[in-house]
């Protein structure tokens, strides 16, 4: 019996590295992917943004204004111009992402204690640029006004300095990331990326590979009628799954070991959350992909198809737009695809070290999954035998 | 002209129901998914949990003024800081506010507790929301606490040139709509020229168009480029008008780069069965270089920020340029002529990839035709 089921797991395994879209896709296209996709995001963060002042002022505090500027982490006073047009220009032309315009008589009022405007003008396309350009600028103006606002304050109600910092702020924040402590872009979106490049692989390699059929049309006609296509439904069916899913734990393992070393993206997870996420997660797209399989009649049309679907699945996992900012019937949809639930689980796990308890919710939802569609494919199997 | 129309009848005309599926039906579900998906515009409602040590009157009335910002939601109270970890572990809390002990007193004596923030930021965006209500909402609990409390001497007012309401969900929705078209064009384009190489027509496809090998191509994939231009253009002003209002102006502009855009990704796409003659490996290339388009683009990421090489591979994409004429239009008359120097790139663009698609495909056709 052993040796029967061991026969279709070695067989279809073979298939992997024979066939050669079978090589493209579920050999070849889980690595490439894994170390192409994290390229553009490996600097984490974007550094040393140009950006002008526009310096109307030309005073002292102007000045000081442009120093700390160019001295923050995020920004790089690339111009100071002395109109507001040709930082407009600039930014148009893309030389520049941001600029700040320094009215005249900004200093003259301060010191008068009278309150000044500083226009902050972002790039209205590029929404990180513009959180941090902006919050760059608020920072550095905020210094720069909290310095003459606690002289203010002291000389005005006889306080010490330390007393006034506090009476102008009474409970200051302190801000600590409890994971992605660098706040890295990579680390934000690469792990769930990976997550959705192994189920959208194997969704298309199985759907290419005829998943459970029984007598699969691009085979020769040797290979077609061989003791492993005529095996019985069970045997046929989870040798099949096996083969996939030792191949796809292979992948889990590589993406673990390699991929995060390389890429030195957080490695939290402990072995036990670990072998209980892949066997869910990969039993439900498996049983996925063999229920949907049957679907296609040419063994390209499931890669034209699912190509479609990646951009929705990746924000269907909530993982850039929380879900309960989804409209519902969108949210009932996407309990029908494992990466919804396996995203976050994985992401908790690996980046966050979560233990079982902690993902109960999203493995319950992948056995859910499992259930359902291991139902589904073996029903559509045994029909069309 | 009846080699040409003959081309189109073998190609479109055979009642290809999947190719309809593919270059109609696909597209737009994918886009209008998008748009609904992003049709909240800003979230509500996050949850975040509280440690409170401080039982006092300023800590209920910090907890008061948080619940009542409408995009924050106190959904736990924690005993400690380990307890909350574990909420934020699975998902139901995603930033943690701590009040230190005796958090009150020490405000009233002017020793400045301090408040900490514990956020999720392996959810980025979300926690950047949520750390900006909350500076701005205990911000402003400060100022009405403190009795010495002086108005800002210097302020600023940030402003995002084009995009006043600072809707970039909707922008990113905009833009994802540009990549969905990005891919579908990829993939049309793919499709259309290797069909015939797939059903293994391609003799009868050379014989239709009176054996032009040039009308052949022409006539697979011009009507290809009309339909999925005319889907675009309709999908993507609809959710232009959906999610920010454009100018009249701007619209000839973008209709001109998005056509150039289906024009060069149909010749990427003819360039890669070209070389592979076979409609899998072609599809898989393009899907390659087609699907994580959108991350190369610089939409999300700065593409200033990314290494160079990455960079120039960005500038292969018919996306990227796209999508800057686009930004630079935002700017009004001043990004006008930024608007046009990425338009010439696009046409360059279209220009190459259109005539290496046909020499290529011209090649392989002779090949297979043999």
């Not at chain 2, 929705?173 to 293994?200: D, E």
Request: one cysteine or more; hydrophobic letters at 50%.
């Amino acid at each position: 019996m052993i040796k029967r089921f061991i026969k279709v797991v070695l067989h279809e395994w073979k298939l992997f590295f024979t066939d050669p879209a079978a090589v493209l896709l579920l050999v070849l296209a889980g690595v490439f992917y894994s170390v192409y996709y994290p390229l553009p995001y490996v600097k984490q963060l974007a550094e040393k943004i140009p950006v002008a002042i526009v310096d109307q002022d030309q005073s002292v505090l102007s000045r000081q204004i442009t120093r700390m500027s160019n001295a923050s982490q995020q920004l790089q006073v690339a111009y100071v111009y002395g109109d507001a047009s040709e930082a407009e220009k600039a930014m148009a032309e893309e030389k520049i992402y941001g600029f700040m315009v320094v009215p005249k008589g900004m200093e003259r009022q301060a010191r008068r204690g009278e309150s000044s405007g500083l226009g902050v003008y972002t790039h209205g396309a590029y929404v990180m640029l513009h959180g941090a350009i902006g919050n760059a600028f608020a920072t550095v103006a905020a210094t720069a006004s909290a310095n003459l606002k606690v002289q203010k304050i002291a000389t005005t109600h006889k306080l010490p300095i330390k007393k006034a910092m506090a009476a102008r702020d009474p409970f200051p924040l302190r801000v600590q990331n409890m994971f992605n402590g660098t706040t890295g872009y990579a680390n934000y979106v690469v792990p769930s990326v990976l997550m959705l490049i192994l189920q959208q692989t194997l969704l298309i390699g199985i759907c290419t590979l005829g998943g459970s059929r029984k007598q699969r049309s691009f085979l020769s006609s040797e290979k077609r009628f061989s003791v492993v296509e005529n095996e019985s439904l069970m045997y046929r069916y989870f040798g099949r799954f096996t083969a996939y899913f030792l191949h796809y734990c292979l992948f889990l393992s590589f993406y673990h070991a390699v991929i995060y070393q390389v890429f030195d993206f957080p490695r939290r997870g402990a072995a036990g959350p670990m072998i209980l996420f892949a066997v869910l997660f990969f039993s439900a797209t498996i049983h996925l992909g063999m229920s949907i399989s049957l679907l296609f009649k040419r063994r390209e049309s499931s890669l034209q198809v699912f190509l479609f679907f990646s951009i929705p699945l990746l924000f269907l996992s909530g993982f850039s737009w929380p879900h309960s900012a989804m409209p519902q019937w969108i949210q009932y949809i996407s309990y029908l695809f494992p990466s919804t639930f396996a995203i976050p689980a994985w992401t908790a796990i690996e980046q966050m070290g979560a233990g079982v308890a902690e993902i109960a919710g999203y493995l319950c939802g992948l056995t859910v999954q499992m259930i359902l569609y291991l139902s589904i494919g073996l029903f559509w199997t045994y029909k069309r035998r | 002209m009846k080699s040409f129309f003959n081309t189109i009848k073998l190609l479109y005309g055979e009642r290809n129901k999947f190719l309809w599926f593919l270059m109609v039906v696909l597209p737009i579900l994918t886009s209008l998914f998008m748009i609904s998906l992003l049709s909240a515009e800003t979230p509500t409602n996050v949850p975040i949990g509280i440690v409170s040590f401080d039982d006092s009157v300023l800590s209920r009335k910090l907890e008061r003024v948080i619940q009542a910002n409408p995009v924050l939601d106190v959904k736990i109270k924690c005993p400690d800081l380990n307890s909350c970890e574990k909420e934020m572990q699975a998902g139901r809390v995603q930033a943690v506010l701590f009040f230190p002990p005796r958090m009150e007193e020490k405000a009233l004596r002017l020793e400045a507790p301090i408040i900490s923030v514990y956020t999720n930021a392996q959810s980025l965006l979300i926690s950047n929301i949520v750390l900006k209500e909350l500076r701005v909402t205990l911000g402003d609990a400060g100022a009405s606490f403190s009795d010495y409390n002086l108005e800002d001497l210097l302020f600023v007012e940030v402003e995002s040139v084009g995009n006043p309401e600072g809707n970039y969900v909707g922008f990113l929705g905009i833009n994802l709509i540009v990549a969905v078209f990005h891919l579908c064009a990829m993939l049309i384009g793919t499709y259309l020229a290797s069909w015939p190489f797939r059903t293994k027509r391609v003799s009868l496809w050379i014989q239709g168009a009176s054996g032009s090998r040039i009308m052949a191509i022409f006539g697979a994939v011009a009507p290809g480029i009309f339909i999925v231009w005319l889907e675009f253009l309709v999908l993507y002003f609809y959710t232009h008008t959906f999610f920010a209002p454009i100018h009249l102006s701007q619209v000839w502009l973008i209709a001109l780069g998005q056509w150039m855009m289906v024009v060069a990704c149909f010749g990427m796409g003819m360039v890669f069965v070209g070389a592979t003659g076979s409609m899998r490996v072609a599809s898989s290339l393009t899907g390659i270089i087609g699907g994580p388009a959108f991350a190369f683009a610089g939409q999300t990421f700065p593409l200033l920020a990314m290494p160079l090489c990455v960079q120039c591979f960005a500038y292969l994409l018919p996306l990227t340029p796209l999508l800057q004429l686009q930004s630079a239009l935002l700017l009004g008359p001043v990004g006008l002529l930024a608007a046009w120097d990425s338009f010439l790139l696009l046409s360059g663009m279209a220009a190459f990839w259109l005539i290496l698609g046909t020499l290529s495909l011209y090649w392989q056709m002779g090949r297979q035709h043999d």
